[in-house]
Nanobody, 122 residues
Framework: QVQLVESGGGLVQAGGSLRLSCAASGRTFSSAVMGWFRQAPGKEREFVAVIRWITSSTSYADSVKGRFTISRDSAQNTVYLQMNSLIPEDTAVYYC???????????????WGQGTQVTVSS
């Protein structure tokens, strides 16, 4: 089992920045990648970004490229999502997830955090 705890969400004005953290514990060695997903009100959960633990290889959704950066601290078993130039459309609950494939598909992730709310005001 892998436990994931997100933090860092909050309310920010458009154009502002937030950094989300996801602390992993348990059998973290069983997961090769960590991803961030988000779910806006009335919408399906969607892929945001993913990073591979060993190589730091990353992938991003087109909607966040150039604005968001995913990174990891292997010593702390923590993954971060730096979000800059936030827009109201970024408002959502953000979830981190652990999986074995570097993928945008939710089905490839085995463990999920409880989510953290990000609200961007206009």
């Amino acid at each position: 089992q892998v436990q994931l705890v997100e933090s860092g969400g909050g309310l920010v004005q458009a154009g502002g920045s937030l950094r989300l953290s996801c602390a992993a514990s348990g059998r973290t060695f069983s997961s090769a990648v960590m991803g961030w997903f988000r779910q806006a009100p009335g919408k399906e959960r969607e892929f945001v970004a993913v990073i591979r633990w060993i190589t730091s290889s990353t992938s991003y959704a087109d909607s966040v490229k150039g604005r968001f950066t995913i990174s990891r601290d292997s010593a702390q078993n923590t993954v971060y999502l730096q979000m800059n130039s936030l827009i109201p459309e970024d408002t959502a609950v953000y979830y981190c997830a652990a999986g074995s494939l570097q993928s945008a598909r939710q089905g490839n992730y085995d463990y999920w955090g409880q989510g953290t709310q990000v609200t961007v005001s206009s």
